[in-house]
């Protein structure tokens, strides 16, 4: 997976990951958001929008990320989800516990 940060202001983050988002992404992506989770920022956004595929531990993934974000008074928001990503976030309910857009 390839994954792409960005500060679109002080106090909102970006990033973007393409490719595949399953468990073989899980230590880049955990060293990626507790390493911005550490520089505080009050927006997380989560650009989806080159993900080709996502499984149940990218859901895992996200989940985590959002309890440890909410401890440091970060919002997650998933952003620019193709239709097949989109599918899978709405049969995990993901629209109950995220912004997405």
Do not use: W
């Not at 911005?36 to 989560?46: D, K, S, V, Y």
């Not at 993900?51 to 959002?66: K, N």
């Not at 952003?79 to 993901?94: G, K, M």
């Amino acid at each position: 997976m390839e994954i792409r940060t960005s500060s679109l202001d002080n106090d909102q983050t970006r990033i973007a990951l393409g490719g595949r988002f399953d468990f073989s992404s899980h230590r880049e992506f955990r060293d990626v958001t507790e390493q911005l989770l550490a520089r505080g920022t009050a927006t997380m956004e989560i650009d989806l929008g080159a993900v080709t595929y996502l499984d149940s531990s990218a859901l895992g993934m996200l989940l985590m990320l959002r309890d440890k974000a909410r401890a440091a008074h970060c919002e997650v928001v998933l952003t620019h989800c193709s239709a097949p990503v989109r599918q899978v976030l709405d049969v995990a309910n993901f629209q109950k516990l995220f912004t997405i857009t």
